[in-house]
């Protein structure tokens, strides 16, 4: 849908819904009317509700699962590669092998992970090139593993661990030359027109469009519907 037509349907389908007069009362039910600000909320709480139930697995389906799932979710699908040159210093890391990288405001969830090593002949498995793997463990996980000499860091496995604040920390044997994650980003807000006075979602302003799979546009459009009506906390009857 255009956001003329999310605008123009979220009206239609809201009114299908009325507010119901006092018992005996001869009055016609109440339409409810929402504004563009009020539609585009509603819009994107109900499209980031829709993204992350399908990342979670729909029909008991995991994202990496369904071919249709996947298809859904592809526009949000990104990848990111890190160098070296990037990570951040910070203290208190767990060991002197780790590197930090601070993710983007974007990155909602990561579904892949590798790092490749920095060139050194003197070292197995580091020579310029090879990939190894990233395994995320929680903070307890790795006190448990980390003397592991299998579940442990090993020639081709990276442990990475939360910092905090957006801040993930990798573990390795070796130098690393590069970290590349693939990604679900966070969807764009739908904003059905400029909004004016300083409004803003998500810290945007302008007129976006949905750039999710068409097929999930009347999902989201029931979903908002559904949204404002609680909102609104409208008691209502269904005229069909």
């Known amino acids: 849908m255009t956001n003329e037509e999310f605008s123009n349907n979220f009206t239609v389908l809201l009114n299908t ?61 990104k990848t990111r590669v890190y160098t070296k040159d990037e990570a951040v210093e910070k203290e208190n890391t767990l060991t002197d092998k780790s590197y930090c990288f601070e993710l983007d405001n974007s ?43 299998f579940r442990g860091v ?23 030359k590069e970290y590349l994650i693939r990604y679900i980003s966070k969807p764009e807000p739908i904003i059905l027109e400029d909004l004016p006075n300083g409004l803003t979602i998500n810290g945007k302003s302008e007129k976006t469009e949905c750039l999710l799979h068409s ?10 519907v559904e949204l404002a009506l609680v909102g609104r906390r409208i008691t209502t009857n269904v005229n069909n």
């Open 107 to 149: 990155v909602a969830f990561i579904t892949l992970e590798q790092v490749i090593y920095e060139d050194d002949k003197e070292k197995p498995c580091s020579k310029d090139g090879v990939i190894a793997k990233v395994y995320p463990v929680t903070q307890d996980e790795y006190a448990r593993i980390r003397n592991n000499p």
């Open 17 to 77: 819904y009325s507010v119901r007069p006092p018992f005996g009362s001869q009055n016609s039910p109440q339409e409810v009317a929402l504004d563009e600000y009020e539609k585009s909320v509603y819009l994107t709480r109900a499209q980031e509700e829709i993204v992350l139930s399908l990342y979670k697995g729909t029909l008991g389906k995991s994202f990496e699962a369904s071919e249709e799932i996947r298809r859904y979710l592809e526009a949000l699908v």
């Open 215 to 224: 097929l999930l546009h009347q999902a989201i459009l029931q979903k908002a």
């Open 154 to 176: 090993t020639d081709y496995k990276v442990l990475r661990l939360d910092y905090g604040n957006s801040v993930l920390e990798l573990i390795s044997k070796y130098d690393i």
